[in-house]
């Protein structure tokens, strides 16, 4: 079945630092990959997203590469901001899992200025 | 426009006692999903209608769990009876149909089971 692997958390960063945040996957089919944000009492929203190989989906300075040759959609922001603590997950949703969306078990990303 | 609404926002209940949870999509949406999230983990489907049929319920405990999405709008889940390990997160979401659309999602309702 399909599934995503997050790396490990929380991540604590200084104002300005470079982020990434690890995340791979496996999942029959072409799936299209996402990464949701949800900030302290706020509902999950969408990062950013791409639907095909070699897409790169960006927001809010966020990017991130869709690999397939590796399976993966690592999240990067060149200089994170204390806004930008929440906790982040990777998502995908494969054509042949009827359109359902698998998340990784989110990564806690903490700022400090 | 009106995000995914759900109520309510906190319930706590004692173990085998009912609860219910409501989700009112972004209209026009035809796809609805339930998800629970435990505590430190990413959210995980329990169900999805596409209008009012259940399209996706393998990983919904179907011995206690219910869910009904009656004219293909709003939609209740119910838990009867709950049980402590039943405490989490319950998000609803919604999006329009195809595999690459936006999945919006409401605040969700956090359950404490007591």
């Known amino acids: 079945g399909n599934s995503v692997t997050q790396m490990e958390g929380p991540v604590t960063l200084s104002e300005e630092a470079f982020l990434t945040i690890n995340c791979t996957y496996t999942a029959t089919g072409y799936p299209s990959l996402f990464w949701y944000v949800q900030y302290p009492g706020e509902g999950l929203q969408l990062l950013l997203k791409?639907?095909?190989?070699?897409d790169k989906g960006s927001n809010k300075g966020f990017e991130a590469t869709y690999r397939k040759e590796t399976t993966s959609f690592h999240l990067e922001k060149g200089s994170v901001q204390v806004s930008d603590s929440a906790v982040y997950f990777c998502a995908l949703r494969s054509g042949t899992s009827g359109s359902r969306l698998t998340f990784g078990e989110g990564t806690q990303l903490t700022v400090n200025p | 426009e009106a995000g995914v609404v759900q109520s309510p926002r906190y319930k706590i209940i004692e173990k085998k006692q009912p609860v219910a949870f409501w989700c009112n999509p972004i209209?026009?949406?035809?796809?609805l999903y339930w998800y629970r999230q435990n505590l430190g983990q990413g959210p995980e489907l329990l169900i999805r209608y596409e209008n009012e049929e259940a399209v996706d319920d393998s990983q919904l405990p179907k011995d206690r769990f219910s869910a009904e999405r009656l004219k293909g709008v709003d939609s209740t889940l119910k838990i009867q009876p709950a049980e402590l390990g039943d405490s989490a997160v319950y998000l609803c979401?919604?999006?329009?149909?195809?595999?690459?659309?936006?999945?919006?999602f409401g605040q969700g309702t956090r359950l404490t089971v007591v």
């Open positions: 979401a919604s999006s329009s149909r195809g595999m690459n659309t936006e999945a919006f």
């Open positions: 791409a639907t095909k190989a070699d």
């Open positions: 209209s026009g949406h035809n796809t």
